[in-house]
T-cell receptor
Framework: EAGVTQFPSHSVIEKGQTVTLRCDPI?????LYWYRRVMGKEIKFLLH????????ESGMPNNRFLAERTGGTYSTLKVQPAELEDSGVYFC????????????FGPGTRLTVT | AQSVTQPDIHITVSEGASLELRCNYS??????LFWYVQSPGQGLQLLLK??????LVQGIKGFEAEFKRSQSSFNLRKPSVHWSDAAEYFC????????????FGAGTRLAVHP
């Protein structure tokens, strides 16, 4: 069974540009989560999809971040326009809809904004 | 406020020595508790989890953790560390039920000397 995959693994962009990160969850996992780790600090929650619906987006830092999950499969996280403080590692995780399960994490996308 | 504290940012141990990584949490009720490990270039891998029941939990790779309600702690232990255990370790908590976001500590980076 394939794990959670994320693309790209690294992205370097200039301030003001747009970047789109992609996450493919484990097949059949209806829960999809985005997290971010900024420079050695704790991993922080961004948002949670159940299928294609946003269940909790309380961690989204501002309206420059837009997450979508069309069709309840893969998800994208767009940052537009990117700022220096957006640099960090963006993790995606998925879990099945049945409660009590762990979240399975992808390898992360390292975003560097210069 | 809900939070997780990992007091040790870096720990260095000798191969074969015992290990204990500390984790304290602040949460309204007894949460679900997790330890994840991230090796270089890899995603977060679940070591073990506590939902309820026996407070001593066994995980993968010879790790165990003990939940102490009175101390709001969930410390990770291993009796004999291997060089391959060098990685970053994250303690996390989540709401009972398992659907919701995880709250992470800042991580403890473990170095192992031969």
């Amino acid at each position: 069974e394939a794990g959670v995959t994320q693309f790209p693994s690294h992205s370097v962009i200039e301030k003001g540009q747009t970047v789109t990160l992609r996450c493919d969850p484990i097949s059949g996992h209806d829960n999809l989560y985005w997290y971010r780790r900024v420079m050695g600090k704790e991993i922080k929650f961004l948002l949670h999809f159940v299928k294609e619906s946003k269940q909790d987006e309380s961690g989204m830092p501002n309206n420059r971040f837009l997450a979508e999950r069309t069709g309840g499969t893969y998800s994208t996280l767009k940052v537009q326009p990117a700022e220096l403080e957006d640099s960090g590692v963006y993790f995606c995780a998925s879990s099945p809809l049945a409660g009590g399960s762990e979240q399975y994490f992808g390898p992360g996308t390292r975003l560097t904004v210069t | 406020a809900q939070s997780v504290t990992q007091p040790d940012i870096h720990i260095t141990v000798s191969e074969g020595a015992s290990l204990e990584l500390r984790c304290n949490y602040s949460y309204g009720a007894t949460p679900y508790l997790f330890w994840y490990v991230q090796s270089p270039g890899q995603g977060l891998q679940l070591l073990l989890k506590y939902f309820s029941g026996d407070t001593l939990v066994q995980g993968i790779k010879g790790f165990e953790a003990e939940f102490k309600r009175s101390q709001s702690s969930f410390n990770l232990r291993k009796p004999s560390v291997h060089w391959s255990d060098a990685a970053e370790y994250f303690c996390a908590v989540g709401a009972p039920g398992g659907y919701n976001k995880l709250i992470f500590g800042a991580g403890t980076r473990l170095a192992v000397h031969p």
